[in-house]
Protein backbone atom coordinates (compact mmCIF):
# COMPACT_ATOMS: atom_id res chain seq x y z
CA UNK A 1 0.00 0.00 0.00
CA UNK A 2 2.71 2.52 0.69
CA UNK A 3 4.18 1.98 -2.97
CA UNK A 4 0.86 2.25 -4.20
CA UNK A 5 0.59 5.35 -2.25
CA UNK A 6 4.11 6.70 -3.69
CA UNK A 7 3.31 6.04 -6.90
CA UNK A 8 -0.48 8.42 -6.79
CA UNK A 9 1.05 10.93 -4.96
CA UNK A 10 3.93 11.00 -7.65
CA UNK A 11 1.02 10.99 -10.35
CA UNK A 12 -0.47 14.12 -8.77
CA UNK A 13 3.29 16.31 -8.41
CA UNK A 14 6.58 14.25 -9.04
CA UNK A 15 8.38 16.05 -6.64
CA UNK A 16 5.48 14.96 -4.11
CA UNK A 17 7.23 14.81 -0.60
CA UNK A 18 9.47 17.66 -1.28
CA UNK A 19 6.71 19.61 -1.13
CA UNK A 20 4.98 20.44 2.42
CA UNK A 21 1.80 19.05 1.98
CA UNK A 22 -0.23 19.39 5.00
CA UNK A 23 -1.55 15.41 5.02
CA UNK A 24 -2.68 15.48 8.26
CA UNK A 25 -4.85 18.26 7.67
CA UNK A 26 -6.46 16.14 4.81
CA UNK A 27 -6.62 13.14 7.62
CA UNK A 28 -8.71 15.21 10.28
CA UNK A 29 -11.37 16.81 7.23
CA UNK A 30 -11.79 13.31 5.77
CA UNK A 31 -12.63 12.56 9.65
CA UNK A 32 -15.12 15.11 9.59
CA UNK A 33 -16.78 13.33 6.44
CA UNK A 34 -16.89 9.79 8.10
CA UNK A 35 -18.73 11.34 11.20
CA UNK A 36 -21.07 12.66 8.40
CA UNK A 37 -21.46 9.00 7.23
CA UNK A 38 -21.93 7.64 10.51
CA UNK A 39 -24.07 10.17 12.04
CA UNK A 40 -23.61 12.39 15.09
CA UNK A 41 -26.50 14.52 14.82
CA UNK A 42 -28.73 13.52 18.24
CA UNK A 43 -31.72 16.29 16.62
CA UNK A 44 -32.61 14.24 13.76
CA UNK A 45 -32.68 10.49 12.57
CA UNK A 46 -29.67 8.84 11.12
CA UNK A 47 -28.43 5.55 10.34
CA UNK A 48 -24.64 4.58 10.07
CA UNK A 49 -23.67 4.09 6.38
CA UNK A 50 -21.13 1.17 7.31
CA UNK A 51 -19.86 1.01 4.01
CA UNK A 52 -19.28 4.72 3.51
CA UNK A 53 -18.11 5.11 6.70
CA UNK A 54 -14.96 2.28 6.03
CA UNK A 55 -14.74 4.38 3.08
CA UNK A 56 -13.63 7.12 4.74
CA UNK A 57 -11.40 5.26 6.75
CA UNK A 58 -9.70 4.11 3.87
CA UNK A 59 -9.70 7.87 2.53
CA UNK A 60 -7.90 8.57 6.00
CA UNK A 61 -5.28 5.85 5.38
CA UNK A 62 -4.12 7.51 1.97
CA UNK A 63 -3.43 10.69 3.54
CA UNK A 64 -2.05 9.14 6.71
CA UNK A 65 0.71 6.80 4.92
CA UNK A 66 1.25 10.23 2.93
CA UNK A 67 2.42 11.83 6.09
CA UNK A 68 4.31 8.84 7.42
CA UNK A 69 6.69 9.22 4.48
CA UNK A 70 10.13 11.21 4.89
CA UNK A 71 12.36 11.94 2.44
CA UNK A 72 15.51 9.16 2.44
CA UNK A 73 13.40 6.86 3.86
CA UNK A 74 12.79 3.43 1.90
CA UNK A 75 9.44 1.76 1.90
CA UNK A 76 10.92 -1.21 3.59
CA UNK A 77 11.84 0.47 6.63
CA UNK A 78 8.88 2.67 6.62
CA UNK A 79 6.60 -0.59 6.29
CA UNK A 80 8.59 -1.83 9.67
CA UNK A 81 8.22 0.62 11.63
CA UNK A 82 4.15 0.42 11.08
CA UNK A 83 4.47 -3.22 12.16
CA UNK A 84 6.42 -1.88 15.32
CA UNK A 85 3.96 0.20 16.50
CA UNK A 86 1.10 -2.21 15.61
CA UNK A 87 2.98 -5.09 17.56
CA UNK A 88 3.07 -2.36 20.68
CA UNK A 89 -0.69 -1.26 20.84
CA UNK A 90 -3.03 -2.73 22.56
CA UNK A 91 -6.52 -1.51 21.02
CA UNK A 92 -8.68 1.09 22.99
CA UNK A 93 -12.09 -0.20 22.64
CA UNK A 94 -13.51 2.97 21.51
CA UNK A 95 -16.78 3.67 19.29
CA UNK A 96 -16.53 4.96 15.93
CA UNK A 97 -17.17 8.59 17.01
CA UNK A 98 -14.63 8.66 20.16
CA UNK A 99 -11.72 6.47 17.90
CA UNK A 100 -12.38 8.94 14.92
CA UNK A 101 -12.50 12.18 17.25
CA UNK A 102 -9.00 10.53 19.28
CA UNK A 103 -7.50 10.35 15.91
CA UNK A 104 -8.67 13.95 14.45
CA UNK A 105 -7.12 15.95 17.43
CA UNK A 106 -4.17 13.54 17.52
CA UNK A 107 -3.41 15.17 13.75
CA UNK A 108 -4.23 18.64 15.14
CA UNK A 109 -2.15 18.28 17.28
CA UNK A 110 1.08 16.78 16.31
CA UNK A 111 0.89 18.15 12.66
CA UNK A 112 1.43 14.17 11.94
CA UNK A 113 -0.54 10.81 11.71
CA UNK A 114 -1.04 7.99 14.37
CA UNK A 115 -1.05 4.48 13.14
CA UNK A 116 -2.28 2.75 16.35
CA UNK A 117 -5.41 5.66 16.66
CA UNK A 118 -6.22 4.56 12.95
CA UNK A 119 -6.02 1.17 13.93
CA UNK A 120 -8.66 1.91 16.63
CA UNK A 121 -10.66 3.93 13.93
CA UNK A 122 -10.37 0.59 12.18
CA UNK A 123 -11.67 -1.88 14.46
CA UNK A 124 -14.48 0.42 15.66
CA UNK A 125 -15.46 0.97 12.32
CA UNK A 126 -15.47 -3.33 11.89
CA UNK A 127 -12.69 -3.11 9.00
CA UNK A 128 -10.46 -5.65 9.23
CA UNK A 129 -6.38 -5.55 7.88
CA UNK A 130 -7.92 -7.66 4.58
CA UNK A 131 -10.34 -5.61 4.20
CA UNK A 132 -8.02 -2.50 4.06
CA UNK A 133 -5.80 -3.70 1.57
CA UNK A 134 -9.19 -4.58 -0.29
CA UNK A 135 -10.68 -0.99 -0.31
CA UNK A 136 -7.53 0.75 0.25
CA UNK A 137 -6.58 -1.07 -3.68
CA UNK A 138 -10.17 -0.09 -4.76
CA UNK A 139 -9.64 3.31 -4.25
CA UNK A 140 -5.95 3.41 -5.44
CA UNK A 141 -7.63 2.88 -8.33
CA UNK A 142 -10.27 5.07 -8.13
CA UNK A 143 -7.91 7.99 -7.56
CA UNK A 144 -6.44 7.09 -11.19
CA UNK A 145 -8.76 6.75 -12.51
CA UNK A 146 -9.82 9.98 -11.98
CA UNK A 147 -6.68 11.41 -12.66
CA UNK A 148 -7.03 9.52 -16.05
CA UNK A 149 -10.50 11.34 -16.41
CA UNK A 150 -9.89 15.09 -15.52
CA UNK A 151 -9.96 15.54 -11.95
CA UNK A 152 -6.98 17.49 -11.59
CA UNK A 153 -8.35 19.93 -14.79
CA UNK A 154 -11.91 19.52 -13.44
CA UNK A 155 -13.57 17.76 -16.18
CA UNK A 156 -13.89 14.66 -13.95
CA UNK A 157 -17.83 13.40 -13.37
CA UNK A 158 -18.04 12.44 -9.70
CA UNK A 159 -21.77 11.80 -9.93
CA UNK A 160 -23.05 9.06 -12.50
CA UNK A 161 -26.03 7.54 -13.12
CA UNK A 162 -27.29 9.27 -9.70
CA UNK A 163 -24.41 8.04 -7.27
CA UNK A 164 -21.02 9.19 -6.67
CA UNK A 165 -18.06 7.02 -7.84
CA UNK A 166 -17.86 5.85 -4.68
CA UNK A 167 -20.90 4.36 -4.58
CA UNK A 168 -20.47 2.62 -7.51
CA UNK A 169 -17.07 1.49 -5.99
CA UNK A 170 -18.21 0.06 -3.36
CA UNK A 171 -20.21 -2.23 -5.57
CA UNK A 172 -17.18 -2.92 -8.20
CA UNK A 173 -15.53 -4.40 -5.03
CA UNK A 174 -18.28 -6.12 -4.00
CA UNK A 175 -18.03 -8.07 -7.11
CA UNK A 176 -14.28 -8.40 -7.69
CA UNK A 177 -11.80 -10.97 -6.49
CA UNK A 178 -9.20 -9.55 -4.19
CA UNK A 179 -7.21 -12.78 -4.72
CA UNK A 180 -7.00 -12.20 -8.89
CA UNK A 181 -3.69 -11.19 -10.03
CA UNK A 182 -5.68 -8.77 -12.04
CA UNK A 183 -7.75 -7.48 -9.06
CA UNK A 184 -6.66 -3.59 -9.87
CA UNK A 185 -7.59 -4.45 -13.54
CA UNK A 186 -11.27 -5.65 -13.26
CA UNK A 187 -11.58 -2.37 -10.45
CA UNK A 188 -10.56 0.57 -13.19
CA UNK A 189 -12.32 -1.22 -15.93
CA UNK A 190 -15.80 -1.92 -13.76
CA UNK A 191 -15.19 1.56 -13.32
CA UNK A 192 -15.01 2.23 -16.90
CA UNK A 193 -17.77 0.48 -17.82
CA UNK A 194 -20.02 2.61 -15.63
CA UNK A 195 -18.75 6.12 -15.99
CA UNK A 196 -20.59 8.40 -18.82
CA UNK A 197 -18.93 8.61 -22.15
CA UNK A 198 -19.39 11.58 -23.68
Not at 54 to 73: N, P, R, T
Not at 107 to 136: H, I, N
Not at 180 to 196: E, I
Request: include cysteine; hydrophobic fraction near 40%; charge should be negative.
Amino acid sequence: MLDLQNRMNSKVHSDWMKQGFAWYRAAWIECGELMDHYGYKWWKKQHPDLAQVQLEVVDIWHFGMSALFKDGVDIASMASAIESELADHQPSGLDVLAATEALAEYCLRTKGFSVPLFWDLMTASELSFDDLYKQYVGKNVLNFFRQDHGYKDGSYKKVWQGEEDNVHLVEILAQSDVTSSQFADDVYQGLAARYPRA
